[in-house]
């Protein structure tokens, strides 16, 4: 069973950072891209970032420069460093599997972590 | 900047069959944009539907089913049940490993 436990959420002041964590397990961890997504309170879904298997790494244009993408195979975990942090970056932050090559879609998620970016 | 419209809300009869679209602010939806669709309920992660346009996920009753439509993509609900009442994402594959996520439709049964 594929299961995606994210970690690493808190409360941050504008500026601060913070690095989410997903520990993935069920599935060959190696083989497949992961990917973030988040959803501010009360609104829809914004994909933030992909690593692929092969470690290349994409970003949403609103977090280029400032969020980083990372995994460590030997721990089945991927990471979101996030610095210079906004009020708008205020979401639930999603890990979610990428499908196998060629479908391009969002396979598992998470529960999910909440970020509060507030003074 | 590329935007994903989807319906803000919709509602349908218990049993009856209902379909939301995913279309483009600019241009059609093709397969090629391979679109997915995600159900979420308030407080829950989201679940995975539909990909590349009309495959049902592992244990997804077949009364959901996708397609395109005319130039959107379309997800249909045949046979509605209560707990069907989520909101509805679709999902565009932009190419360059990127996507960009329709506004969601709130799905009420009644």
Redesign the interface.
């Known amino acids: 069973e594929v299961q995606l436990l994210e970690s690493g959420g808190g409360f941050v002041q504008p500026g601060g950072s913070l690095r989410l964590s997903c520990a993935a397990s069920g599935f060959t961890f190696t083989n497949y ?1 992961m990917r973030w ?1 988040r959803q501010a309170p009360g609104k ?4 933030v970032s ?1 690593i ?1 298997s092969g470690a ?1 790494t ?1 970003y ?1 244009d609103s977090v280029k420069g400032r969020f980083s993408i990372s995994r460590d195979n030997a721990k089945d975990t991927v990471y979101l460093q996030m610095n210079s942090l906004r009020a708008e970056d205020t979401a639930v932050y ?1 890990c979610a599997k990428g ?1 196998s090559p060629g ?10 972590t909440l970020v509060t970016v507030s003074s | 900047q590329t935007v994903v419209t989807q319906e803000p809300s919709f509602s349908v009869s218990p049993g009856g069959t209902v379909t939301l679209t995913c279309g483009l602010s600019s241009g059609s939806v093709s397969t090629t944009y391979y679109p997915s669709w995600y159900q979420q309920t308030p407080g829950q992660a989201p679940r995975t539907l539909i990909y590349s346009t009309n495959t049902r996920s592992s244990g997804v009753p077949d009364r959901f089913s996708g397609s395109i439509l005319g130039n959107k993509a379309a997800l249909t609900i045949t046979g509605a049940q209560a707990d069907d009442e989520s909101d509805y994402y679709c999902v565009l594959y932009m190419g360059s490993a990127s996507w960009v996520f329709g506004g969601g439709t709130k799905l009420t049964v009644l």
């Open positions: 891209a997504v829809g879904l914004e994909w992909t692929g290349t994409y949403a999603y499908s479908l391009y879609y969002f396979d598992y998620w998470g529960q999910g």
